[in-house]
Each structure stands twice: as C-alpha cells, then as structure tokens.
C-alpha cells in the first residue's frame, strides 16, 4: 500500500509560482513513475507531468510544457512539481499519483489532492 500526500496548493496571481510536494508513504523503485493529474470544475482529469524513476526521463502536457517542471527527491520518498508563469486556466485540483511499473500507463496509487487557485 502506497499513501500519497500532497502540499503547497494555494492562491496565486496570474504570473506567479507555486512548487507542489507529494510524500510518499515508501521509497521509489527504479521500476516506478510518478505523475501529477489535475481536475478543474466541470471537466476531467488531465495528466500534467509524469517522472520515470530508472532514467529521470519526464514527460509534460503541452498546456504545461516550458513552465511547470517535475522533479524527485528518492531520499525524501518526495516528488515536486514547480509551477511557474501560472495562468487563471491552471485553477484545479491537483493530484499526485503513484505507477508501480512504469511500462503500464495505469497509475495505481492516488493522493487526496491540493487546490490551486490562479486569479488574473
């Protein structure tokens, strides 16, 4: 059993920069992704970023692609996801998410989310 935590959503004027953390209840094996959805009202679930554990490869939306980064700390069992040049479209809920096996797209382990709010 994995449990995921995430932290550091907030309210932010457009332009501005949030960095998220997801925790980790264990550490990341080589055989692990890890990725950050996001919900906003009235639409679903959107892949954000995903990290590949064995070679750091990533992988970004192209609504996110030159402004948010992700990153991972395994001594930490923590993932980051910084945000910069936020825009008002980027206002979700933001999910972290754990994929055992990385050569399967599934994602097997969810946090409970973090809201972040852009105004412009």
């Known amino acids: 059993q994995v449990q995921l935590v995430e932290s550091g959503g907030g309210s932010v004027q457009a332009g501005g920069s949030l960095r998220l953390s997801c925790a980790s209840s264990?550490?990341?094996?080589?055989?692990?992704?890890m990725g950050w959805f996001r919900q906003a009202p009235g639409k679903e679930r959107e892949f954000v970023a995903s990290i590949r554990w064995r070679d750091s490869s990533t992988d970004y939306a192209n609504s996110v692609k030159g402004r948010f980064t992700i990153s991972g700390d395994n001594a930490k069992n923590t993932v980051y996801l910084q945000m910069n040049s936020l825009k008002p479209e980027d206002t979700a809920v933001y999910y972290c998410?754990?994929?055992?096996?990385?050569?399967?797209?599934?994602?097997?382990?969810w946090g409970q989310g973090t809201q972040v709010t852009v105004s412009s």
């Open positions: 264990v550490r990341f094996f080589s055989s692990y992704a």
């Open positions: 998410a754990a994929n055992l096996d990385a050569r399967s797209p599934r994602y097997d382990y």
